[in-house]
Nanobody, 124 residues
Framework: QVQLVESGGGLVQAGGSLRLSCAGSGRTFRSYTMGWFRQAPGKEREFVAAINWSGSSTLYADSVKGRFTISRDNAKRTVYLQMNSLKPDDTGVYYC?????????????????WGQGTQITVSS
């Protein structure tokens, strides 16, 4: 069983920055691909970013490329999402997820465990 707990959400003005953290459990955390997804009000959950087990490969949605950075610290069993130049369209609940098979992908069905989510609200 893998438990994921997100933190760092909140209210921020457009153009501002936030850093999300996702603390994971499990001795094999370092082998998981980790991803961030988000769900805006009235919309389906969508892919934001993913990082492979070592941090050597990352993947981003076009809408956040150049503004968001995903990283991880396996010693702390934590993955981060640094969000800069935030826009009102970035508002939503942000979820972290773990893919135990280690694939680096955008598809939600590939991810086995999910956190409860943290709310981000970007005001204009």
């Amino acid at each position: 069983q893998v438990q994921l707990v997100e933190s760092g959400g909140g209210l921020v003005q457009a153009g501002g920055s936030l850093r999300l953290s996702c603390a994971g459990s499990g001795r094999t955390f370092r082998s998981y691909t980790m991803g961030w997804f988000r769900q805006a009000p009235g919309k389906e959950r969508e892919f934001v970013a993913a990082i492979n087990w070592s941090g050597s490969s990352t993947l981003y949605a076009d809408s956040v490329k150049g503004r968001f950075t995903i990283s991880r610290d396996n010693a702390k069993r934590t993955v981060y999402l640094q969000m800069n130049s935030l826009k009102p369209d970035d508002t939503g609940v942000y979820y972290c997820a773990a893919d135990l098979d280690g694939r680096l992908g955008r598809s939600q069905i590939d991810y086995d465990y999910w956190g409860q989510g943290t709310q981000i609200t970007v005001s204009s």
